[in-house]
């Protein structure tokens, strides 16, 4: 498989930087191909400019337009291009970013933000002039998972912890940006409790790091309900027969 690790912490020698290292060095050695984005020490530019698309800054800038037109073009600025190429190269993409604010690091959000465009991220139409999305999209036929760290204890991400449900924090991510654009999406990894990791704690969280990553290609992914399988309504609604007594993110996902 060729695998894309896109990570997200600005200190390669944290607890992230050790898992990512060691999950590297599995996946490689395991026969795969790996291409990494060091987000921080890329000094990947998280912002939306008018520059990014060759856009006349006389001109209002609309960014959905602006960036779907230079895609068309060509005339994306080159970082841009080079992370869609790693994308599309990929069979797997790993995001890999500690919890801040029970969500993504900017700069991590940043990267969606420039390298997801109308027209390569979401606006792909089909044949029939529908919309691609929710399990169909340009990058339909990869797998995608996350790889999260948080301070906090895993019962606090438990369905009645205080945080809330993990599923459901990382929902707009896995759900709203990964099998959105057509990823096949697996359970996340959580590291909990890293700030009072020990040696044993570290030896357990790598080892199980280093397990899901040999069922990278294999595992089951989230059952999440396809835009186009069925279970919709013409207003992209949930049909009534379909869990008529429950509301929340987790309607969408098939028990």
Do not use: C
């Not at 704690?201 to 294999?218: C, F, N, P, V």
Request: proline letters at 5%; zero cysteines; a negative charge.
């Amino acid at each position: 498989m060729n695998i894309l690790w896109v990570y997200a912490h600005p200190d390669a020698r944290s607890l992230n930087g050790s898992l990512r290292d060691a999950a590297l060095t599995q996946l490689q050695a395991d026969g795969h191909t790996v291409e990494q984005s060091d987000l921080y020490a890329m000094q990947w530019n998280p912002v939306v400019t008018a520059e990014d698309y060759a856009h006349d800054p006389t001109e209002r800038f609309q960014v959905a337009t602006a960036s779907s037109t230079a895609l068309a073009a060509g005339t994306q600025k080159q970082d841009i291009v080079a992370e869609q190429q790693k994308l599309l190269r990929a069979d797997a993409v790993v995001l890999q970013f500690p919890l801040w604010w029970f969500s993504m690091p900017a700069i991590m959000k940043g990267w969606v933000d420039r390298v997801f465009v109308e027209g390569f991220g979401y606006g792909i139409r089909a044949s029939d002039g529908s919309t691609r999305r929710y399990g169909d999209g340009m990058l339909a036929g990869k797998r995608a998972m996350v790889v999260v760290t948080m301070g906090g204890s895993e019962h606090t991400v438990s369905p009645r912890g205080i945080n809330g449900d993990l599923d459901e924090m990382l929902y707009p991510i896995q759900h709203g940006i990964l099998f959105y654009t057509g990823m096949s999406v697996l359970p996340p990894v959580l590291v909990a409790s890293a700030d009072r990791m020990t040696e044993s704690d570290y030896a357990a969280a790598e080892s199980e790091l280093l397990q899901r990553m040999k069922g990278l290609h294999t595992e089951e992914p989230i059952p999440y309900r396809t835009q186009n399988g069925g279970d919709y309504d013409r207003r992209f609604v949930l049909r009534e027969h379909i869990e008529p007594e429950d509301t929340g993110v987790r309607v969408h996902t098939i028990s």
